[in-house]
């Protein structure tokens, strides 16, 4: 049984996209066999949504759900649940207080009580650290009652162990389905000028991320900066500079901007899990310029893939250095990378061997 957010048959975003994956590689391995409880999407509105949130009833899980979902189980007679979140810790802990023989294991995102004290730093407001809360409790039950826990990369197992006192029992990378056109291009094909490509979301870590990059990178580099995302369409105003950044913001497809750019950028400072956009750029074969954030999880890998860059001026001479150096559209070293260790059926075979080992706890 798989217990997920609501899927979308076209995600956009990194958790969206690694939450239909991992629906993909259990329907994949179960196939018929797998139940799926998709979770409503139930954004918090209102003192009852924030009072509730704090027994757990985060991301659309409710008592009635979890009490269907529980039902599920003993009628269906199921056996092993995956969770897909950690912050769904109010099923976690209910599922096993009735069930205590049926084996759970939930995916970590992030941590995501890492992930929500980034964003109260910077927000600021009593909703963010509400949201840190509620998410924290929610966390705690997941890792204790989970039978196995499955993190992204050792980062965020380690956090586990300080935060909850228990690490990870499995890792397993981000992935990310194969959107590479078979012949390379897509039709019709628009020729742009040489630009750098940052891909993101409009959220914390991002927005600052960028910030910081257009003020103190942007006025000493040769190269134009493309920022191609859902919601920085309408910071247009705060990050533009004519000639150098151009804010394209929401588009249908990334993989011509992927295809037509000559490196990624990744200015990431704060955040947890993995970033999407650095197995993304190598899924199109691209090389990366990002901070130690932006790799973490691809540590292993990080010289053959790009430049680490700290400040500044280290990514000002590493974008000079990637501008010179890289003379090919297509790099075949990096999409083999992806392909070994990114992709859709590496995750399944992670997945599946996580789902068939034994955890003694």
Known sequence: MLVTKQLQDSPAGGRELLCKLNHDALRDIYGDRLILLELPSQPLRGLKSAINAFKGHIDGLSQPIIEKALQTIQVGGVSKVFVDGSNLGAFVSAAKHRFPDVEVTTFFHNAEARFFWGALKQTKSLRALAVL??????????????????????????????????????????????????DLCLSPVVKREKFALFVGGVFYANRAGIAWFVKHVVPHINIKICIVGCGF???????????????????????????????????IFDGSGMKTKVAEALMFGKKVVGTPEAFTGYEAITKQ??????????????????????????????????????????????ISEAMDSVVLR
């Open 233 to 267: 369409e309408d910071l247009k105003p705060e990050l533009e500079r004519d000639g150098k950044v151009e804010v394209i913001g929401a588009v249908e497809s990334l993989a011509q901007w992927y295809l037509d750019s000559h490196f990624v950028i990744a200015p």
């Open 305 to 350: 893939v790009g430049w680490t860059c700290t400040t500044a001026d280290e990514f000002i001479a590493a974008i000079e250095r990637a501008n010179e150096s890289i003379t090919q559209s297509y790099d075949a070293d990096m999409r083999a990378i992806y392909l070994e260790k990114y992709s859709y059926a590496a995750a399944r075979l992670r």
């Open 133 to 182: 809360v509620a998410n924290y409790l929610a966390e705690r039950k997941a890792v204790r009652y989970s039978d196995k826990i499955i993190c992204l990369n050792e980062r965020d197992s380690r956090l586990l162990g300080r935060l909850y006192g228990r690490e990870a029992t499995h890792l397993s990378a981000m992935a990310l389905q194969d959107k590479l056109p078979l």
